[in-house]
């Protein structure tokens, strides 16, 4: 298991965009209940492919995308599109490109 | 022939059977001429008008909190996010996310103390629907309804309506209550049980295969957790076809695939056999069963109340145009055409399972469509004239915790709960803007007027006229009372 695959485990909060005010717990396999990912911490920027394990009747199930992570924040983007991104946008979304900006959250969160 | 206490058992034997059906339309076998043994021992009572009966399901269990029995001096852990709204009755409040219901309050009573001791979903729903809570209190997933199984209170009053060469007395729409994901799974206490299945219910499937939960098109996923919303990988209806469609009649739930393949394959043929069935179904010594589906598909007026979309747009809008709304449509027009007692079930099996994401799904998805049907149902029964003759009683199998449960990572929900659930009537004589019973200061407990499943069940049977002693013998031949329990009188003083 990469480094990585650790430190990504815990229980996150996701601050941007705000309004979502979603919790996102991450195991070793899932994020939340549902979606399946796997990380690659080995290329620039790093990877980040999610399933949703049950993919009827959903439009949309999958994404590859490119991350971010500290002790404290983890920052997903994907595209719409069904591409990568090659990078991280200077802006929140532009293009079709989709962020998700998440803190760790601590016990008295 | 509208007296249960005539009906009689033709003297014929299965071969006989076969030959009386000609198209072989219907598939009679052992099993059903065994059914013709089932009969009834008690005539409507005296002096009443019986009414028909419309028993709303709401599978999953809904809130009592979040519905009627808010508690806003409860701690936040039991009140929940929602607030409560003051009705047209003075002291009655309501769930917030209920407005057109608390405009209406004058048109129905609570009942806020409904009791059973089981939170299993598959013994819930069987005590529920069958008014008989003497099942083991949990019950395997595999259970499939049985010719043990107390009859259904659908089907044991439809039995009571007899309606021989009419429309047919009782109607499940637009699906059966089931478990699991898998079709076909039919919770127990739905059908005829030991009456036969030729009593059982008829399905008038109109709801779409949505793997979806709630009212269609506008529906949701159990599994449509926080990381999948933030990723964007909701669920859709993505059903093709319509969502809803002008039903399709279905057999009786215990015939298998194969027969119900050769009944489609033969409506198909349908007009053109028309007037033969018509003769047929002038056959005195004709079962039963067979006469329920002939009737059925003979009857124009039935078939025109199938039609639902033949209605004017502002009566589609009224009611909502989603599953919700166009059941309850259909559940009109089919009591117009002469059916006496319906099942509908406002969402498939789980829909209200709200373990988690309680308060985003009943605001977004479960409370504004459920508002919107029921509202419209009883205006549209008052309108017509109707309310009086029609019993309206909307329950679900159990209610929920009063303490929301919120484990880390988890967005909050309240779990099954058997000791509590409310319960709404509203006419066939039910005097409106009242409430009976009274839970808990958490909503957790009955505090006044305790009521049980058995109490509920015999509610209907006495609005349906059938006398306090009622009996029907079963296929093994044995005398079975009706009521297990007392109607609530007090809904009527």
Redesign the interface.
Known sequence: MSDDSRKIQG?WR?VSPAK?E????ISDQM?????LYQLNDQVHPKQID?Q?R?P????????QGIYHLTEETLTIC?N?SGQRPAEFPKQSGTGRD?F?VLRRMVDQD | MNDPTKLTCPRVNRRQLMQMGGLGLLGVSAADVGCLRASAEGSPQAGRVPKKVVYIFLSGGPPQHETFDPKPEAPQTVRGEFGAIATKTPGMFLCEHLPLLAQRSDKFALLRSLHHRSNDHIAGTTIMVSGDTRVPLTTPLSKKPSAEDTPGIVALAGFYQNNRGRPPGAVVLPEYIGQGTGAGRITPGQTAGRLGSAHDPWLVKAASDCLGWGACPHCFDDGDDDAVVALGFQHEHSVPGPVFEDPSLSLPATLSQGQLKRRISLLEQFEGQRQRLDRLSGNSSHDRFRQQAISLLTSSRLRRALDFHLEDDRVLDAYGRNKFGWSLLLCRRLLEAGVSTIQVSLGRNGTWDLHRRIFPLLKDYLLPPTDLAVSAFLDDLAQRGMLDQVLVVMAGEFGRTPRISAMRGRRPGRDHWGPLQSVMFAGGGVVGGRILGASDKLGGFPKQLPKTPEDLAATIFDALGIAPGAKYRDIQGKSQPVYLGTPITELYS
């Open positions: 229980v996701v979502l979603y919790i996102i717990p994020l939340g209940s549902k979606v999610m949703h049950r009827r009747a959903r439009p949309r199930y999958s994404a994907w719409d989709r998700l």
